[in-house]
């Protein structure tokens, strides 16, 4: 029978469980249940503090709702991080080990429960994670990808329990390699493909309240899949293999010229704090505004108070509070905790060096890419303002311009802004009152465009395309069938610099060449 009153939504479930929490139990009952009740409130308060909800205890573990995909691995990778921090210094009868399922799927309301396929789904995606580890559904990497510091190793699909069909599913792990399984794989779990994707290595706080830092890149290897083990028999006696001691790492030393958003002339502020004694946390905003707690009686003090302080400030200061707009944890003591990719930039000098002659007045009704309310904003915000502001686009048609103390200020936090929002490097469209590109007049604009649109460039073609991303008036780049690429810049003329591309493009080989990009603009036929 259909049931029209359910409700149902999209949402991500993340699921923990406890590793061989039965035999810790059977040594010591009262003082097993007394560990996991400190750890699940630990893992609560991260879950919270990510925007999270628990909706289900389930014995040595818990079921728990984000809205977001990204703060859902956020937060389980800060879960994990705290488990490791807290058991390294432990002995054997006081360490605690989790796995971790995230599934992004439909689910059904049941008053404070959730029910359905995407909460089943996490719950198998964490009984084929590795001990300590993280393992995720295609439909939450294909979210997280490019946002997140981690290494993510492709598995494929894989048969779980009372799921009828296949999960493409990820590992998740920190460093720069696939962690090895704990233990031999599911009899019906289909084993892990040779090709691994590899979504950074980075370097990871051993804190209570550490996530992953470092560098994010993408790549492809042809890495040999791990010998299968043959399942015992049923009449062997396997004794318990005691969880492998995570990898040791390096953290990430806290560098107050690396915090994106803060205008310069707070720097001052931060490298007070980098000198600060005792327990502290540093939260920030895209905002630029930023909380710190020193010397603090513990880390999760300290780093309660820095994102609660950042929040009031960020609410008092920015009028429209949207949801970006919402305090990240950024540092713990020394070291970063801020598991997000730095923000994707394009190569400096950011702006062309010469400006368009005769100067081009900015004019939010003709400025390309902006819907009437962002015209209308910017016609009683940006124009009337006295600071020095840069307006940036960013891709999906997306604006953004916060103003700073000075240009060269202005431009740097505006694309890091934007680049962090929109997971791509953004252009400087105008930088106070003047324009700084040109608009495209004979095709129709459709994005912003960017390095990453083309691939398969050789040494040559490379360089062209690093002048053309700051070069001075008109540039083109045409694009064929075939993949061949025809870059030109610095022409006179908006004819010139199409033609010039086309025929770049044909000279490389190019077969049905076409013109993509206008400047920094993606355009297309009228």
């Not at 819907?371 to 686009?393: I, Q």
């Not at 060449?513 to 993606?522: D, E, H, K, R, S």
């Amino acid at each position: 029978m259909n049931d029209t009153t359910l409700v149902r939504r999209l949402t991500t479930i993340l699921a923990i469980d406890v590793v061989a929490f039965s035999t810790m139990s059977a040594r010591d009952e009262e003082h097993a249940l007394a560990l996991l009740g400190t750890r699940m409130d630990a893992a609560g308060t991260l879950i919270r503090q990510h925007r999270g909800r628990v909706f289900k205890l389930t014995g040595d573990g818990l079921l728990a709702e984000f809205a977001s995909p990204v703060e859902a691995v956020r937060a389980a990778l800060e879960i994990q991080e705290a488990m490791r921090a807290a058991n390294a210094p432990a002995g054997a009868d006081d360490q605690l080990h989790l796995r971790i399922g995230v599934n992004l799927g439909d689910v059904v309301e049941s008053g404070d429960d959730l029910m359905g396929d995407a909460v089943n789904v996490a719950v198998r995606l964490e009984s084929i994670a590795t001990t300590g580890g993280i393992c995720v559904s295609s439909s939450v990497y294909d979210q997280i990808i490019g946002k997140l510091m981690l290494v993510a190793e492709d598995i494929g699909e894989q048969h779980v329990k009372n799921i009828p069909r296949p999960i493409h599913a990820y590992r998740l792990t920190v460093g720069d390699k696939p962690a090895a399984p704990s233990s031999a794989p599911k009899a019906d779990a289909k084993p892990a493909t040779r090709a691994h994707l590899f979504l950074a290595g980075g370097a990871i706080a051993a804190l209570a309240t550490a996530a992953v830092g470092g560098a994010l890149f993408l790549r492809q290897g042809s890495v040999p899949a791990p010998p299968q083990t043959a399942a015992p028999t049923a009449a062997a006696v396997v004794a318990p293999t005691p969880p492998a001691p995570a990898a040791a790492v390096s953290p990430r030393v806290f560098d107050p010229k690396d915090v994106p958003f803060v205008p310069d002339f707070r720097w001052r502020a931060l490298e007070n704090y980098a000198g600060a004694n005792g327990s502290k946390a540093l939260a920030i905003s895209v905002r630029g505004i930023f909380a710190m707690a020193t010397q603090r009686v513990d880390a999760d003090t300290a780093r309660r108070a820095a994102l609660e302080d950042c929040d009031k400030l960020v609410r008092r200061e920015v009028p429209v509070y949207r949801d970006d707009d919402r305090c990240m944890l950024y540092a713990a003591d020394n070291v970063v905790v801020w598991s997000f990719r730095s923000p994707p930039m394009p190569p400096p000098p950011y702006v062309p060096a010469a400006r368009p002659a005769p100067p081009i007045p900015f004019d939010p009704t003709t400025a390309p890419l902006l819907n009437m309310p962002a015209r209308e904003r910017l016609a009683e915000h940006y124009l009337k303002a006295v600071h020095s502001r840069a307006l940036v686009f960013g891709h999906n048609h997306f604006d953004w311009w916060t103003p700073s103390e000075n240009d060269n200020d202005a431009i740097q936090r505006n694309l890091q802004i934007c680049g962090h929002l929109t997971g791509r490097p953004c252009v400087v469209y105008a930088l106070n009152n003047e324009v700084l590109v040109r608009t495209p007049q004979t095709m129709r604009i459709v994005d912003i465009f960017i390095p990453q649109d083309l691939t398969r460039l050789d040494a040559g073609q490379q360089q062209a395309l690093d002048r053309y991303l700051i070069a001075n008036d008109w540039r083109a780049v045409a694009l064929a069938s075939n993949g061949r690429t025809g870059i030109v810049s610095s022409q006179a003329s908006e004819k010139e610099a199409t033609a010039g591309a086309l025929q770049a493009c044909t000279q490389a080989g190019g077969t049905d060449c076409t013109v993509t990009a206008i400047g920094p603009f993606l355009v297309a036929p009228n």
